[in-house]
C-alpha cells in the first residue's frame, strides 16, 4: 500500500462548480497534512495545512481532515480556469527528531473548463 | 521576504560526471528538505538538514549527498551521474518548529543527464 494516495485524474469541472479532491494516508501517527498546488513546468505552491480533525477554510479553499479515517480533502469552490493545476497531498509524519519529511501522493490533475 | 532560492535553474551534465546543487532557504528557516521529482515516481524525499546535521534521509543511493552550513544555506551533491538522474530538484525550507512544519519550495533545478 502506497503511503500517500490520490487519485491521479485527471478530475474536470465546469466554471464555478465545486472540486473536490482526495487523499488517503496509510500511516496513523500522521502530525500534519498539506496541500500544495503544481502549475506545470513550476514548483509546487502551498495552498493549505490541517493539524487537526475537522475543516479549516480559506478563502475559497477548505481542507478537511478525518484522522479515524486516515483521510484528507480539499474542496474549491467557485473553481476557476486559474485553478487547472495537479494538486499534490503531502503527510508529515512528524516523529523522529524530523519535520522536514514530506511523503507525497502523486498528485490529481485538475481541470477547469471555462 | 524573499523565497527560497535555488541555483542554478538548468543543468545538463554527462553521465558519469557529478553535479552540486544550491538552495539558499527563507531567512529564518533552520530545516532544508531536497527533493526529486520525475514523471514516473513523482515527489520523493532525498534528505532533510536541520542546524548543519543531517536529521533523515530517504531512500536514494549514496551517490546523493549533502551538507548545511552555519547561514542554513544547503548543497546537494550527485556524483557519477546516471540517466535516470534526469529530473527537478527541488529544495524546500521550512521553520520546523513543533507542529509548524509548513514547507516553501524553491523554483528547482532542472537537472538533464545526457
Known amino acids: 500500500q502506497k503511503e500517500v494516495e490520490q487519485n491521479s485524474g485527471p478530475l474536470s469541472v465546469p466554471e464555478g462548480a465545486i472540486a473536490s479532491l482526495n487523499c488517503t494516508y496509510s500511516?496513523?501517527?500522521?502530525?500534519?497534512f498539506f496541500w500544495y498546488r503544481q502549475y506545470s513546468g513550476k514548483s509546487p505552491e502551498l495552498i493549505m495545512f490541517?493539524?487537526?480533525?475537522g475543516d479549516k477554510e480559506d478563502g475559497r479553499f477548505t481542507a478537511q481532515l478525518n484522522k479515524a479515517s486516515q483521510y484528507v480533502s480539499l474542496l474549491i469552490r467557485d473553481s476557476q480556469p486559474s485553478d487547472s493545476a495537479t494538486y499534490l497531498c503531502?503527510?508529515?509524519?512528524?516523529?523522529?527528531?524530523?519535520?522536514?519529511?514530506?511523503?507525497f501522493g502523486k498528485g490529481t490533475k485538475l481541470s477547469v473548463k471555462p | 521576504k524573499a523565497g527560497v532560492t535555488q541555483t542554478p535553474r538548468y543543468l545538463i551534465k554527462t553521465r558519469g560526471q557529478q553535479v552540486t546543487l544550491s538552495c539558499s532557504p527563507i531567512?529564518?528557516?533552520?530545516?532544508v528538505s531536497w527533493y526529486q521529482q520525475t514523471p514516473g515516481q513523482g515527489l520523493q524525499f532525498l534528505f532533510e538538514?536541520?542546524?548543519?546535521?543531517?536529521?533523515n534521509k530517504g531512500n536514494f543511493p549514496g551517490r546523493f549527498s549533502g551538507r548545511q552550513f552555519s547561514n542554513s544555506r544547503s548543497e546537494m551533491n550527485v556524483s557519477t551521474l546516471e540517466l535516470g538522474d534526469s529530473a527537478l530538484y527541488l529544495c524546500?525550507?521550512?521553520?520546523?518548529?513543533?507542529?509548524?512544519?509548513?514547507?516553501?519550495f524553491g523554483q528547482g533545478t532542472r537537472l538533464t543527464v545526457v
Open positions: 490541517i493539524y487537526s480533525n
Open positions: 531567512s529564518g528557516h533552520r530545516s
Open positions: 503531502a503527510v508529515n509524519r512528524g516523529y523522529g527528531g524530523s519535520q522536514g519529511n514530506l511523503i
Open positions: 500511516d496513523r501517527g500522521s502530525q500534519s
Open positions: 538538514y536541520f542546524s548543519e546535521t543531517q536529521r
Open positions: 524546500a525550507s521550512s521553520l520546523a518548529q513543533g507542529l509548524h512544519t509548513e514547507a516553501f
